[in-house]
């Protein structure tokens, strides 16, 4: 492979609070270390109907991915297969969404919740959690530092080529408090700081890094439509890849034939969107 890449994503985080509140991913913009563009979901701008689009580089009115309750597994090539059929080496610390939409459907939660399968198709180390019982009550996330500790650790004995990480952290708290209060405030001053170590750890170990959501939310705790604060959150990129303009906006659809075109792995036919790294 060209390039090893990893992708974080921040679930339900809109643009003004990363600009406003991730205070490690600004400084490392203000001095060069990084580079921020905004990021516009596709519509329908719900959380499973974004993880297959950030993914298969398709929008949900092809990849057929309505919502959180039509959960299946995906019939178009992704950036798992694009990757393994270039020989590399993939991860997930996720969602159990991303195993089923890119490895098995449906979700079992012995056989699913950890599996390392160095000759699968798609995704070889995953590692799940299912919020099951997920509601306003009792979030069910698990912490973000063990995530991200896990990423870090698949990297590390597996030799990830590409990996991925995904909690919903920020996501589920904006459902349940809203986004303009002081536990908002809060939740993403954390994130911000447990995120911050692993940046410069995963960039010496040769990654390049994108940091993103999959789409924001409004001052209700809302998203899935089409108002600027449910759909446009930011991308952080670290690299040293030639980006465009920092006023550009980035179509989600962009994300996978992005990450393929940087290692070096053939885009799938159904990725039409242009890359925005070269």
Request: one cysteine or more; glycine letters at 10%.
């Amino acid at each position: 492979m060209d390039r090893k890449i990893l992708l974080i994503i921040l679930d339900g985080v809109p643009w003004r609070n990363f600009r406003r509140l991730f205070g490690n991913l600004e400084g490392w913009v203000d001095n060069g270390s990084a580079r921020v563009w905004k990021h516009q979901s596709v519509l329908p701008s719900t959380s499973a109907s974004c993880y297959a689009s950030i993914h298969t580089g398709v929008s949900p009115q092809e990849h057929g991915c309505t919502g959180n309750g039509n959960v299946f597994r995906l019939a178009h090539k992704d950036i798992f297969s694009q990757v393994r059929d270039a020989g590399g080496v993939t991860g997930a610390v996720t969602h159990s969404y991303w195993s089923q939409f890119f490895n098995r459907h449906p979700f079992d939660y012995v056989r699913d919740v950890e599996y390392d399968e160095p000759e699968g198709k798609t995704i070889n180390h995953g590692r799940f959690h299912s919020m099951t019982g997920y509601g306003k009550a009792n979030q069910m996330t698990p912490c973000d530092v063990d995530l991200f500790a896990t990423l870090t650790n698949l990297c590390l004995r597996f030799g990830l080529d590409y990996g991925i990480l995904h909690t919903c952290t920020l996501d589920s708290m904006g459902h349940r408090f809203f986004h303009d209060c002081d536990e908002m405030d809060h939740a993403c001053f954390v994130m911000d700081e447990m995120l911050a170590p692993f940046i410069p750890r995963w960039r010496q170990m040769g990654y390049e890094v994108i940091v993103t959501a999959d789409h924001g939310q409004d001052d209700r705790g809302h998203h899935g439509g089409r108002s600027p604060l449910q759909q446009e959150t930011a991308l952080y990129y670290f690299g040293d890849a030639d980006g465009p303009d920092p006023d550009t906006v980035i179509d989600q659809l962009q994300i996978a034939p992005t990450i393929l075109t940087r290692m070096g792995a053939p885009l799938a036919e159904t990725m039409l969107a242009s890359p925005f790294l070269r």
